[in-house]
């Protein structure tokens, strides 16, 4: 598997010559292997992937995590959405209240976006997804509902005997208050599982995260220690705050993983990693 970042940024799009080297777009993922390519999120960073694919793909299977408008930004200016000869495939978590196709109309409708869902050239297909295991290609996916608020999930995504987990939202303390000593009681963590590779959110310092609990997103220390307990073997920290500079983002990994503490690797996300797995 090929994996690339596009958007790696939290909340808000926050371009800025402040933030030039982990960029300003908002999540977006692509992972390709063979002829199958699928993208993690429709946040700001998938315009510039569409632009990037051109006519190269024919079909497209697009996973949103969940539908907060910095998930789903960059949907309305993907151009593969406006080429009739590409199969476009939007996968997102089912409610009990709403389907996924009304409250993606919601998106492509005025005053929020001047194009109709209905008023694309080929309509995508919607797949509406729980705790499901979903085969593409030779790429297995395995999604489960994960502590932020609204429905979201977490994808646990495999190649062979290669495992990417990516978890963008997600508030690794709720639900659990005795962590990490209780995994049953912890979201998310059979996800992640002995992955060889684990995007997850890590928007806060502790300080932050200690007034803002609930909001849906973890520390950077909370983070760290979940790898930790869910056996990882390398650790990207994703969903950087829209507040954060380059030099706060330095400083806040150096400040919680100079003391290593951990037997598995760990770096910032930035836009336009590439990361493979075999």
């Known amino acids: 598997m ?43 960073g998938i315009q510039s992937l569409g632009s990037f694919l051109n006519n190269n793909s024919k079909e497209l299977h697009i996973m949103l995590s969940h539908l907060h408008i910095d998930h789903i930004m960059g949907l309305g200016f993907f151009l593969p959405l406006y080429n009739p000869d590409v199969q476009v ?3 997102g978590p089912a409610t009990i209240n709403e389907s996924l196709l009304e409250r993606l109309r919601r998106y492509f409708s005025p005053p929020l976006f001047p194009v109709r869902l209905n008023e694309l050239p080929t309509q995508p ?9 979903i085969k593409i290609g030779d790429i297995t996916i395995k999604t ?52 060889d590779l684990l995007f997850h959110d890590a928007q806060y310092h502790p300080s932050e995260y200690a007034r803002k609990v609930g909001w849906g997103h973890s520390s950077v220390v909370d983070t760290l220690t979940f790898a930790k307990l869910c056996n990882v073997k390398k650790l990207a920290l ?24 951990f037997d598995f690797d760990v770096e910032m996300c930035a836009e336009g990693n590439v990361y493979y797995l075999s």
Request: with cysteine; net charge negative.
């Open 89 to 91: 495939h939007i996968w």
């Open 238 to 261: 994703f969903h950087h705050d829209p507040a954060h500079t380059d030099e706060e983002l330095n400083q806040l990994f150096k400040d919680f993983t100079e003391d290593k503490t």
């Open 2 to 44: 090929k994996i690339t970042v596009w958007g790696c940024r939290g909340s808000l799009p926050s371009p800025g010559p402040e933030k030039d080297f982990y960029g300003g777009n908002t999540s977006c993922v692509q992972v390709i292997h063979n002829d199958t390519c699928i993208i993690l999120d429709g946040g700001s």
């Open 144 to 195: 489960d509902y994960v502590c932020h608020p609204g429905p979201t999930l977490g994808f646990r995504i495999t190649c062979g005997n290669s495992v990417f987990a990516y978890m963008p939202d997600h508030e690794i303390l709720l639900g659990s208050s005795n962590f990490p000593n209780e995994p049953e009681w912890i979201s998310g963590v059979d996800l992640a599982k002995d992955a």
């Open 125 to 133: 297909e919607i797949h509406e997804i729980h705790c499901s295991e």
